[in-house]
């Protein structure tokens, strides 16, 4: 029974559009120790959701109670590698391939929905289900290396031999019993390669498979709702939602990533995946909306995504960014307003030292008058 269930649930995962499936037993993750360490050392910075309900992110089973089978799938997100000239062009703001097209989660969790169903529907008699896309308290990618899905990377991704790393986890985990799928072989893997942890711009692996989130540029970007680090800003360069660094340099990548069959994770254009910083950086409530509303991107809210824009503009640092940030200077949010402030000082400018001195005279938010005087400080005013 338990085998032509596992085909027909894969066959039909494979219809919903989803690139790879695989079953594992529900049971504790093999990581959850480390987990919990990476935790304690702090490295999920102020992501706390991580750390809530820590029992139900360590067993399946604590999720749903009496599951016996995770069905684990993967969704292929990769559309193309950008030129390199476009990559590294500072006037660009890159943002991560996977934000280029239709939020994921909108994608994902109806196909998950479906597949639930179906397997309520063939299972027979009443078995419990629950769908999940990273939205879950599960450690995702331990349980698709566990469902043979691939390996984990020591740029801490999931990595599949023949597609790369550039997938979209999701799960439906269920007490219906399903023949599990055969583990990987443990020969694939990283081997010696070091490329990802050399490549990184902002040293955030503290070991291979360990990564410090609060140095990632994903995280800087996309989950840190406060202030940037300055130290960090600089090393951020272009990137102004999320980063591809560490999978963009991966052999495995580099050799199998083929383009997604989803269309709607295609780039519309090029001014999509690498926007004209200067075309961002007034944009306000209803542009923001009009432009990135449906992507990943809207997690950023605007604050968040013109915080960064503004840091990529400080590190392009050519003149005709200067009278865009001094606009920005009186945006009605101080997080934009503070990071324009670290951007014209970056200018070295009459013009940009003019107008932080206007500004700083009535400015009233704390956080934004000390960017300013760490300005003006720094260059003697
Ligand atoms: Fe480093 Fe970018 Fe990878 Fe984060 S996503 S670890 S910043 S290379
Ligand atoms: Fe592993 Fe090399 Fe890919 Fe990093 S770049 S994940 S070390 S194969």
Same mark, same amino acid.
């Not at 029974?1 to 690139?19: H, Q, T």
């Not at 130290?231 to 980063?243: A, K, Q, T």
């Given at each position: 029974? %338990? ?8 066959? #039909? ?19 959850? +120790?480390? !987990? ?29 109670? *009496?599951?016996? %089978? ?5 969704? %292929? ?38 597949? +639930? ?6 299972? *027979? @008699? ?9 939205? @879950? $308290?599960?450690? /995702? ?5 566990? +469902?043979?899905?691939? !390996? ?15 997938? !979209? ?37 503290? %070991? $291979? ?16 709702? *406060? ?17 591809? =660094?560490?999978? /963009? ?5 580099? #050799? ?5 069959? /989803? ?23 209803? @542009?923001?909306?009009? #432009?990135?509303? &449906? ?6 809210? #605007? ?13 392009? &640092?050519? $003149?005709?960014? =200067? $009278? ?34 206007? +500004? ?13 005087? &760490?300005?003006?400080?720094?260059? @003697?005013?």
């Amino acid at each position: 029974m %338990s085998v032509s269930l596992r085909d027909r649930i894969k066959s #039909r995962a494979y219809a919903l559009g989803f690139d790879l499936v695989g079953i594992a037993l529900a049971q504790p993750s093999p990581h959850a +120790a480390k !987990f919990t360490a990476w935790l304690e050392a702090g490295y999920a910075g102020t992501m706390a959701y991580m750390a809530r309900e820590p029992e139900r992110r360590q067993d399946p089973r604590n999720v749903l109670n *009496g599951a016996r %089978s995770v069905v684990s799938v993967g969704l %292929s997100y990769y559309t193309l590698r950008l030129p390199d000239d476009i990559l590294n062009d500072p006037s660009r703001g890159i943002i991560s391939n996977y934000a280029w097209g239709a939020d994921y989660h909108d994608l994902m969790l109806p196909r998950l929905k479906a597949l +639930a169903a179906f397997i309520q529907a063939e299972a *027979g @008699g009443a078995v419990a289900t629950r769908a999940y896309v990273d939205t @879950g $308290p599960l450690l /995702e990618r331990d349980v698709a290396v566990q +469902a043979g899905l691939g !390996f984990t990377g020591k740029n801490t991704c999931l990595i599949h031999p023949r597609l790369g790393s550039y997938l !979209f986890l999701g799960e439906v985990l269920t007490d219906a019993e399903i023949a599990p799928d055969p583990l990987p072989s443990s020969s694939v893997g990283c081997g010696r390669c070091t490329r990802c942890l050399v490549a990184c711009p902002t040293e955030a692996f503290v %070991s $291979p498979y360990v990564l410090d989130s609060r140095r990632c540029i994903s995280y800087l970007t996309i989950e840190l709702r *406060g202030p940037i680090p300055r130290e960090l800003r600089p090393l951020m360069r272009n990137r102004i939602f999320g980063c591809d =660094i560490c999978q /963009e340099v991966c052999p495995w990548n580099l #050799r199998f990533a083929r383009p997604a069959r /989803e269309p709607l994770f295609r780039p519309v254009d090029l001014n999509r995946a690498a926007p004209p910083l200067l075309d961002l950086i007034g944009l306000d409530e209803a @542009g923001f909306h009009a #432009r990135f509303g &449906g992507t990943p991107v809207m997690r950023a809210k #605007r604050r968040g995504l013109l915080r960064n824009v503004a840091v990529a503009l400080g590190n392009w &640092g050519a $003149p005709q960014a =200067i $009278p865009a940030l001094i606009q920005a200077l009186h945006d009605p949010e101080p997080l934009i307003r503070g990071h324009a402030a670290w951007a014209l000082g970056q200018m070295d400018d009459q013009r940009a030292r003019a107008a932080l001195a206007a +500004a700083l005279k009535v400015e009233t938010d704390e956080m934004v008058i000390a960017e300013i005087r &760490g300005v003006l400080n720094s260059q @003697g005013d």
